[in-house]
């Protein structure tokens, strides 16, 4: 079982930037991949950014390339969110996301919202124009 905590959502204008974090609970950190996706209002949950169980591996959408970067601390059982160059159009709830990966899924970055089964309660984030 894994309960996850985000944090470090906010609002901020079009251009600035946030960091949201993810706390997990457990010892067993590094033996998940994780994922942050985002609804927006009236929108279905979309993937942002997944990370392999190491940190070896990432995906991004299209929508983030080269404004986002996921990462993680497995020592500090956190995953992170560095979002830059923020739009209007980001505006959403962001959720963090975990599922178990062991052995051979170990370079796993799993995107479909169904692939995982830990999530946490979600913070917003909202970019003014």
């Known amino acids: 079982q894994v309960q996850l905590v985000e944090s470090g959502g906010g609002l901020v204008q079009a251009g600035g930037s946030l960091r949201l974090s993810c706390a997990a609970s457990?010892?067993?950190?590094?033996?998940?991949?994780m994922g942050w996706f985002r609804q927006g209002l009236g929108k279905e949950r979309e993937i942002v950014a997944a990370?392999?169980?190491?940190?070896?591996?990432?995906y991004y959408a299209d929508s983030v390339k080269g404004r986002f970067t996921i990462s993680r601390d497995n020592a500090k059982n956190t995953v992170y969110l560095e979002m830059n160059s923020l739009k209007p159009e980001d505006t959403a709830v962001y959720y963090c996301?975990?599922?178990?990966?062991?052995?051979?899924?170990?370079?796993?970055?799993?995107?479909?919202?169904?692939?995982?089964?830990?999530w946490g309660q979600g913070t917003q984030v909202t970019v003014s124009s």
């Open positions: 996301a975990a599922v178990y990966r062991a052995g051979l899924g170990g370079w796993d970055t799993p995107t479909r919202t169904n692939a995982y089964d830990y």
């Open positions: 990370i392999s169980r190491s940190g070896g591996r990432t």
């Open positions: 457990g010892r067993t950190f590094s033996t998940y991949a």
